[in-house]
């Protein structure tokens, strides 16, 4: 691989209703084994195929750089990331189960976890690989199998994905990738053997799914996008609160869902806080993202950088003050009614905004339709937890930002979506509950 803007990397054709439909039913035909293997027997697959990937780390991460546009520095913690969550996973498949509940007169009842059959998961373009294994390792520990379609801007290393699946032993068929775009999408989600549908991307679209999906009875977990509030106290150690600024809007050149765009600073350190800021991102090295020393990408695609700079526009046009650094964009002294304020840019685009009091920037946090994520920086830990707890957002950091452990739930609020990715919670989403009641004695009639 090397790295040459515009080149084209390979063609991939679309799959059409026919293709979908037969990895819907291969998909099918692998789930009939796969979900009759005990939960240990699936775990040590689920452990050969993080294995293969902690193995191939560099060679995965560099498709993963070539396929994205992210530094290689970013590259290698996704793929981490990923093989840590198929290894959790594989440890809480043997433990899955149900309970047994005493009833009256010896009777008893108890529950089965069963999986759901063919789940389809629908990724996104900022971390191809990483997304896929979130949906993968929980489905494939609770017993279902997958169809996954990766982003048609980054088809590539979803690929390697299902041939690692395959060398770690999971049955033909078991993790299958299709290609395309809306149109593929629309057949997976009508299909009528398809039990579950897991989305990340934008709002509308996921409106659509949700839509699609409903025709169908079919559950779904939706991971949308976000324009989530960074609340910086002037109580804050100063250094640790710039360098959570920059983890929330400049990783992956800013193109990640949960980042806090919405930098709040509290208005008497708002001067001290924006020049450090401006200070340390004009020393972020932009470049070719293969180089070691690289530490912003390109970002997906030209019509992605003519929205991004559509909104920098915009933005001049509102007279307010912009500072041009690089490639990242610093809003200064914005106003919540802003559109670079109020709309997800999906860019390296950081809006600082001051504010006085807690209640009063806690009502301004509050005030979007999403509900993604949300940090506050402070030394002062009852002032922390009361924030954390009063935001309205489903992932919150105190003293941090975009920090992803698999072993925490990830997912949103309000138009950020519902259901969750990562941590026990994914259990719940990708398995449902059978309820068994046994009488011990003679049915009792009331006719």
Known sequence: FKTCPGRVLCKLPCSGEKEVDLAVQSAKAAFKVWSQMSGMERCRVMLEAARIIREQREEIATMETINNGKSIFEARVDIDISWQCLEYYAGLAGSLAGEHIQLPGGSFGYTRREPLGVCVGIGAWNYPFQIACWKAGPALACGNAMVFKPSPFTPISVVRLAEIFTEAGVPKGLFNVVQGGATTGQFLCHHPDVAKISFTGSVPTGMKIMEMAAKGIKPVTLELGGKSPLIIFSDCSLDNAVNGALMANFLTQGEVCCNGTRVFVERKILDTFTKEVVKRTQKIKIGDPLLEDTRMGALINRPHLNRVQGFIKQAKEQLFLLKHICSAML???????????????????????????????????????????????TRDIQKAHRVVAALKAGMCFINNYNVSPVELPFGGYKSSGFGRENGRAAIEYYSQLKTVCVEMGDVESVF
């Open 331 to 377: 809003p200064g002294n914005c106003k919540d009614d802003m559109t670079c304020v109020k709309e997800e840019i999906f860019g390296p685009v950081m809006s600082i905004l001051p504010f006085d009091t807690e209640e009063e920037v806690l009502e301004r946090a509050n005030d979007t339709k999403y509900g993604l994520a949300g940090g506050v920086f």
